[in-house]
């Protein structure tokens, strides 16, 4: 697969990225899923996980046809999540300030 200057440029920046989110925005057609398919088999290659997160149904259903990343709406997956950061937030409320 051959892949453009900004492909290969935000390839290289989400291998070599220590953050746990990134985000890929681009306009229709300009190569997201060319880009994302390869990246995701590396991280798969080396025992990472990657999801993928839309803002539609449809467009979770197109970027696991096009990557086979498996993909979420971004409601679902923070709704999954919500339990978890309830608990945190509530732990944080609940902590007694240390002592002077």
């Given at each position: 697969?051959?892949l ?36 995701s ?23 696991e ?36």
């Amino acid at each position: 697969m051959t892949l453009n200057e900004g492909q290969e440029s935000a390839g290289r920046m989400i291998l070599s990225s220590s953050n746990r989110i990134i985000a890929v925005q681009g306009i229709a057609g300009a190569g997201k899923s060319s880009l994302l398919k390869p990246v995701s088999q590396l991280f798969g290659e080396n025992g990472k996980t990657v999801l993928g997160l839309a803002v539609q149904n449809t467009l979770v259903q197109m970027l696991e046809r096009d990557t086979g990343i498996a993909s979420m709406t971004l409601a679902r997956f923070i709704g999954s999540h919500k339990t978890s950061y309830r608990r945190e937030r509530i732990k944080m409320l609940s902590q007694k300030p240390k002592p002077p």
